[in-house]
């Protein structure tokens, strides 16, 4: 990442604004370093001051009676999100002012980026096991990605025909951590980075873990190489054809010995008309939910509700364009092998 932070472009947007404020943005090397200069009447609400979702690391009183809140952490911290398109990299958060708790909305808001040019020769993050792209919940870090054709690296276009594939990688780092099972829980697409009350989706997967683009259309789970790890090959879709499209997915890291109808990866398998569990074809009665609804008859509190590690992750934007000629009837799918991806063995 040397070469990636000094080619650093900053865009710091002003998304509301009240009088006597200021703030400055330095995207560093790992790091982001933001500074904000806060009126007297905010100096004693400091612990209400939020980059993402962490409070100032440091906050003094100016003789002027003003307070200056400087917010010093990792790239990888804060709950801030990472998107990677073919040529940068992007880092982006809120600052923010909450008088009040979620959910209720923030009372001074500024939307934070910082944007690095992606370098000739980076190395894709699933080739480095350390390298993080979003740090979720008990330390683990989290990966998602789009891959090329051959699934031998990154995708070098976010540009894709109707109807051909999409494949989407992602993993969770196990680090010191036992073995873990990495599930995509929920997907859509929406034509925003961050999905709103009002925002247009399409359903990818539903209902704790089915692929319900596989029904409709050509989409399936590929085999695992590994448990902390999941390949969805993606038939492109014609929900918002021509326009900048993000795959919002909710990841989560689970036991690698423990299914249910809430914690498992189903796919439809045309040739035989019936749901698959991916993990262990023998336990697909799971999936029957798939077609009605997917929750336990005899629900437990929330509290004592095992939920997994979990973590939202978005990608893109790609851009699905029309083009007649790739669309593949399903009875000619040749969906990728294990034995032709040399990475992954």
Known sequence: MSLLW??????AVVAASVANEDF????EKHSIKVTWKVSPELVEHAARLFLGHCVPSTFSVLPTGEGMATFHYNLNGCAIKKRVTC???IYSTSLTYRPN???KPAAISHHIKCVYIRPEGWIPPFLIPAYGSAEGHGGLVFHMA?????????AKSSLFPLGSFIPIWAAVD???????????????????PELQSASLVYPIITNKGCLADGKTGNSRFLPRYHSSAILLYLQSFKFALGEEVYIHCKLVAWDPEVFDIEKKACHYIKETGEWELLDDPSQSDLCKCCDSSCKPRLKRGVDSEPQGLVQNSVL???TIVENSETWIPSEFVKYPTVEQVDWLV
Do not use: S, W, Y
């Open 316 to 318: 893109g934007p790609l």
């Open 24 to 27: 400055n943005v330095d995207c």
């Open 6 to 11: 000094q080619c650093a472009i900053l865009l």
């Open 146 to 154: 789009l891959l090329n054709e051959d699934l031998t690296g990154l």
């Open 87 to 89: 040529k940068k990299h």
């Open 101 to 103: 708790r979620k959910p």
């Open 174 to 192: 196990q680090k010191d951590h036992q073995p873990l099972l990495l599930l995509l829980e929920e997907c859509v697409a929406a034509t925003t």
